[in-house]
């Protein structure tokens, strides 16, 4: 079963935030990252991840800087800023509040 689209879309700084929560990286081991936690089920297209990078920059929750090159390829790292992880934290209580609200519409009656 794969993972709807449609129910992950509105999470992608959520995503974001969280991996980057654990250190800097950069966007392809980012979403190699979403793509290994979800069994291969879900993965940001390119243009999705890099749009979402430019907005949660615009925002000051996460700042970029250019890796060495001398370990191969020149990459863009990211990193969350104080502003980030605060940001992280509430999405994480309004999905939390909204996943208990979904699962209370949808339960059904034990009557029923």
């Known amino acids: 079963m794969s993972i709807a689209s449609d129910l992950i879309r509105g999470h992608t ?16 081991e980012i979403n190699k990252s979403i793509h290994q936690k979800t ?4 993965e940001l297209k390119e243009a999705t991840l890099y749009t979402a990078f430019r907005r949660l920059e ?9 890796g060495n090159e001398q370990t191969g390829a020149r990459r863009r790292y ?8 605060g940001t992280y ?17 949808i339960q059904l009656e034990e009557n029923e």
């Open 13 to 28: 700084d959520t995503i974001i935030l969280a991996c980057l929560m654990g250190g800097d990286n950069y966007g392809y």
């Open 39 to 42: 069994g291969g089920r879900y």
């Open 58 to 66: 615009q925002a000051g929750h996460i700042s970029s800087y250019w």
């Open 78 to 85: 990211y990193r969350i800023s104080d502003s980030g992880r």
């Open 89 to 105: 934290q509430a999405l994480i209580a309004e999905w939390k509040s909204a996943k208990g609200m979904i699962e209370q519409l």
